[in-house]
């Protein structure tokens, strides 16, 4: 069935609040899922809500959670997710990181004891709609091996940057360090079908094209050897830095087994007019002309406002299970 945005959204909320959620958290997950699907990132949309269902309901999230801030240092908003789903955290930090990087110039808000915390580019578009450069790292639980290995020790770990362009809805990038994601290789086991090679390697460390084989053994990283070493950035970043679970460490995102994930992410907001100049504006107009003036280019994240738009104004598909379970 087709829904609008707000129907999507308001039917989402429900279920989650029917299954124990607080219904702003509710809301926080509902926006967020109905969101990503309207910009066609359906590995993180209403795909997701069985899955988060079952994890609400076995107390692997708590549902109930509120997450709390403090202020550690002048320049960081440390924020605890309580264990609770990553997107009412995120919120708090998208709602208090504007002020304080227009104070501070830059501030950084960790955020552990969190879960997964979907599309990222939607949080730092976000800041970037209201003047601030964004950066959200994120560690999610293990599927990259080490180069050279063969046993998963980081996660496919995204990093999302958004940037405001004048005039112009903000510049949004937003990448899994993994060659592909884990989504598509679900989609061909559950079909009995085969993968590319270099998408993902068995137990063994070996190239696979068997999705049942993949999923057991770790993705390939985007850029091989220099997407391990980025992904372990992450680590550092998002798990290290925090002070919550290392991807080897964190139970899966995609089943109710298990205790808490207890992931991390970082978010890093920047104040243009804080790093000594008015030019920023200027600056970034410059490049998107000379990104744009070549034919057949065109900005990071503009064919995702082209799918949000066409979603706004037709809706989007919603399957039956969602609309009559609970």
């Keep these: 069935m087709k829904l609008s945005l707000e129907q999507a959204e308001a039917r989402v909320a429900e279920l989650f609040t029917q299954a124990g959620a607080s219904p702003a958290n509710a809301a926080s997950v509902a926006w967020a899922l109905v969101m990503a ?20 309901k076995a107390g692997k999230i708590d549902g109930q959670a509120v997450p709390i801030a403090r202020r550690p240092k002048p320049g960081v908003l440390a924020i605890d997710a309580a264990h609770g789903f990553a997107y009412p955290a995120i919120d708090l930090a998208v709602s208090e990181l504007p002020e304080l990087a227009r104070q501070q110039g830059i501030v950084a808000a960790p955020i552990r004891r969190s879960s997964h915390c979907g599309a990222a580019g939607l949080h730092v578009e976000r800041l970037a709609e209201q003047g601030l450069v964004a950066l959200l790292f994120a560690n999610t639980p293990a599927a990259i091996a080490p180069w050279g290995g063969s046993k998963p020790v980081f996660g496919t770990n995204p990093i999302a940057f958004a940037a405001p362009l004048a005039g112009r809805e ?10 592909v994601a884990r989504g598509p290789i ?9 993968i590319p090679e270099g998408w993902a390697l068995d137990v063994d460390g070996k190239p696979t094209t068997d999705a049942a084989a993949a999923l057991a053994g770790t993705m390939v990283p985007l850029g091989d050897a220099k997407g391990a070493t980025l992904a372990m950035m992450v680590e550092i970043l998002a798990a290290a830095l925090v002070g919550t679970h290392f991807a080897f460490q964190a139970s899966p995102f995609i089943d109710d087994k298990g205790g808490p994930p207890d992931t991390g992410q970082l978010i890093l907001a920047i104040d243009p007019a804080g790093m000594g100049g008015n030019w920023f504006a200027e600056r970034m107009k410059l490049l998107a002309h000379a990104i744009e003036e070549q034919e057949g280019t065109r900005l990071p994240g503009v064919r ?15 399957a039956e299970e969602i609309l009559i379970s609970a």
């Design 186 to 194: 679900v989609a061909a086991r559950q079909k009995g079908e085969s």
């Design 37 to 56: 699907e309207a910009d066609g990132l359906k590995g993180h949309g209403l795909s997701r809500v069985p899955t988060y269902l079952a994890m609400l």
């Design 170 to 179: 903000p510049v949004v990038i937003d990448m899994a360090l993994s060659k």
């Design 304 to 318: 995702r406002l082209n799918l949000r738009e066409k979603a706004k104004a037709q809706g989007i598909e919603v």
